[in-house]
């Protein structure tokens, strides 16, 4: 009696099983369904038609932040005072200003690149060749996000292209790659034309560029690969969006 109980239960259950299973195929999505044309269609965002080589030069990037970049950073960092930590920052950050200008002016910004022009003529003078920041006392002119070529031509409405990693200089895409092309063309202290003509002084402005920045290249570096089981993968989407956030501003 108890084994024909027992057998009759078991039916029941293998029935209910199954009908749970078809009712499971019916009314739920396949992961295919559900993710397939979520993944195309960022695919089509995010085209990374290189990632081979990309990955390639990804790997060599993470050594040299590893082995290269990190040390300088955190030896600099450790070495160099706050105050003379940011007066330094202060100081590339002021001559870079062409290439915040011409970023707001072909954006239309003309606010922004008054703004710009009256913080790098006060800076310039009053705060030692920009160490000091003495325009962030006066009213109106704070500081404004920067700008750069190839956020103008994000604006513009160009297509970013395909995904790259570059040697060193890590993520970029096309349009950013166009656009770093033209930073260097409006900015008078980097080739291909420059004021610098003695190759001695256009080296110690790259290398002390270089150190001054790698704290900042580092943080940022680290943020945007973080702990991810892909970390190119996760860099390339960080990178992704911080350019368009910042096209959207």
């Given amino acids: 009696m ?13 029935v209910c099983l199954g009908w749970v299973r078809t009712a499971a195929a019916d009314d739920f999505l396949s ?6 044309e979520v993944i195309e269609e960022q695919a089509a965002v995010n085209s990374d038609p290189l990632e081979v080589i990309n990955r390639a030069i990804f790997e060599f990037n993470d050594l040299f932040f590893l082995y290269v970049m990190d040390p300088i950073a955190t030896g600099y960092t450790a ?4 105050p003379i930590e940011d007066g330094a920052e202060n100081f590339f950050h002021n001559l870079k ?5 011409v970023g707001n002016v072909l954006q239309a910004k003309f606010t922004e690149a008054w703004v710009e022009t009256g913080r790098f003529a ?9 160490v000091l920041t003495p325009a962030n006392a006066i009213e109106g002119l704070a500081a404004v996000p920067g700008e750069d070529v190839g956020q103008a031509l994000g604006v513009w409405g160009i297509n970013e292209g395909p995904y790259l990693v570059l040697p060193i200089f890590g993520p970029t895409n096309v349009r950013d ?13 980097v080739e291909p034309w420059t004021v610098l003509d003695e190759w001695e002084w256009r080296t110690a402005y790259s290398a002390g560029k270089a150190v001054v920045d790698s704290p900042e290249i580092s943080d940022r570096y680290v943020q945007m690969k973080g702990t991810a089981l892909d970390p190119y993968g996760a860099l390339k989407n ?12």
């Avoid at 790659?177 to 202290?189: C, E, K, Q, S, W």
């Fill in 177 to 189: 790659l166009i656009g770093t092309l033209g930073d260097r063309a409006v900015n008078p202290f």
């Fill in 31 to 36: 992961e295919e369904e559900l993710y397939g």
């Fill in 122 to 130: 006060i800076n310039t003078t009053l705060g030692i060749g920009g």
């Fill in 97 to 101: 200003y062409p290439v915040r200008f």
């Fill in 238 to 249: 960080a990178y992704t969006q911080y350019r368009r956030a910042a096209i959207e501003q």
């Fill in 79 to 82: 070495l160099t005072p706050d």
């Fill in 2 to 14: 108890k084994q024909s109980r027992f057998k009759l239960m078991m039916v029941l259950c293998l």
